[in-house]
């Protein structure tokens, strides 16, 4: 990449295609992680079972790279955990001479602008892509640098921005206060036993997330009666389906149990639907918690934790002084929103997710793309192997931008 550095942010599933890729063109890049590991969102789900196989969660880039530094890229119809997924692929390829020079961890990109310009300036102007990106990174001591980029690659993924619990997505009164009792990924049961048997509990979410805390809490509540769930649903009658053909069968056995466990199988849970959280307020050693329906009546229960699982969104403001074209209504890229609101309301199952083309990431911001899971904003059927198709077509445009410069440049 001749007129500058190719910045990646991110150093997740995508990320780390998108590094492959660069290198496989020899191109100048900087992969930038926040963590202080590769993949580093994925210790928080560690100890979680992916519900797709390892012939579906590695690329045939990925393979080749692992083949190239002497390693077998693991394969079959087995669902790894996201440890295993990590330790197996991501973190060899992260320590692979094609990256390793260039991956800086524990370097968070707080901010992406175009030196010299503001958002509102050369509106669709050749002028912003002549202007190199400035990007504002913090180190792990609390550092502040400007690096510069010709090109950028937003990979950073959905995981970091957890959603609130109030009813319409904002914080409800108190939350921020609650917030050392409230607990906003899956909890590693096995190893936190200790820290939720004999507790009561409020989960709150309806997701695949929310189901696995389910059922992983009645099989701890199944060993000590002290163990209570109140669980906490939205929808009066969530759309729960379970296909016996479902192709990825462990989310089916997921969905069926999570079924029966808000049918009341479980004397441990107390499952409240239609409901959404009101307030938070101190209670002694508890958090008192009011939970209001549909029709306004409110009740209140006493926990001692509060399991948030509610879903995530992307850092948004990294980009505010870009000139980016965002969906009202999901938060991503406007034309793949489009695109996928178009091809069924967004929805569907995530294995008949493919790539929409390169048009639909195309921004008004020149070379700058949303790329992965933060690409299809508050849409929830991304799949891995729709963030790395859309990495060569990434790619393909640049190249394409690459090849009209160098035509227009003066002989």
Same mark, same amino acid.
Request: aromatic fraction near 6%; hydrophobic fraction near 45%; charge should be neutral.
């Given at each position: ?181 409230? &607990? *906003? /990924?899956?909890?590693?049961?096995? +190893? ?5 048997? %004999?507790?009561? #509990?409020? !989960?709150? =979410? @309806? ?63 107390? &499952? *409240? /639907?239609?409901?959404?959280?009101? +307030? ?5 050693? %508890?958090?008192? #918690?009011? !939970?209001? =329906? @549909? ?117």
């Amino acid at each position: 990449m001749s007129e500058g550095q190719l910045a990646i942010l991110g150093a997740g599933p995508t990320g780390i295609e998108a590094a492959l890729a660069a290198a496989e063109r020899g191109w100048p890049f900087t992969l930038y992680e926040a963590g202080d590991e590769v993949a580093s969102h994925m210790r928080d789900w560690g100890h979680v079972r992916l519900f797709s196989p390892w012939s579906l969660d590695v690329s045939p880039r990925m393979r080749r790279a692992l083949a190239a530094a002497g390693r077998r890229a693991p394969d079959g119809e087995t669902c790894p955990t996201g440890a295993e997924l990590r330790a197996e692929v991501f973190v060899p390829l992260a320590a692979s001479p094609a990256l390793a020079p260039r991956l800086r961890l524990a370097s968070e990109v707080l901010a992406v602008g175009r030196a010299g310009l503001l958002k509102h300036e050369a509106i669709g102007a050749p002028e912003r892509r002549g202007r190199p990106f400035r990007l504002l990174v913090r180190d792990a001591a609390g550092r502040e640098s400007v690096a510069a980029a010709g090109a950028v690659l937003d990979c950073t993924g959905s995981y970091s921005r957890p959603n609130r619990l109030g009813d319409g997505g904002i914080p409800a009164p108190g939350e921020e206060r609650a917030a050392g009792r409230i &607990v *906003r /990924r899956i909890p590693d049961f096995g +190893r936190e036993a200790g820290e939720w048997r %004999g507790r009561r #509990v409020l !989960l709150v =979410g @309806a997701g695949h997330s929310a189901q696995t805390a389910a059922v992983e809490l009645a099989a701890l509540a199944s060993g000590d009666a002290t163990t209570r769930v109140v669980w906490a649903l939205r929808a009066a009658s969530p759309e729960w389906h379970v296909d016996p053909a479902d192709p990825l069968p462990e989310r089916s056995r997921l969905t069926a149990a999570a079924r029966e466990l808000a049918g009341g199988s479980s004397p441990a849970f107390d &499952v *409240r /639907r239609g409901v959404v959280v009101d +307030r938070f307020d101190e209670a002694g050693d %508890g958090l008192a #918690v009011t !939970l209001r =329906g @549909a029709d306004g009546t409110a009740s209140t229960v006493t926990v001692d934790r509060v399991l948030g699982l509610t879903g995530a969104v992307g850092d948004h403001a990294m980009y505010r002084q870009l000139q980016i074209h965002e969906c009202y209504a999901t938060s991503g890229p406007m034309k793949l929103s489009a695109a996928l609101l178009a091809a069924g309301g967004g929805g569907g199952d995530c294995l008949a997710q493919e790539s929409h083309g390169a048009e639909t990431l195309v921004n008004p911001e020149p070379d700058f793309f949303i790329l992965g899971a933060k690409s299809y904003g508050r849409n929830s059927t991304f799949l891995m192997r729709v963030g790395w198709q859309q990495v060569d077509e990434a790619f393909a445009l640049l190249e394409a931008a690459q090849r009209a410069r160098a035509t227009a440049a003066p002989a």
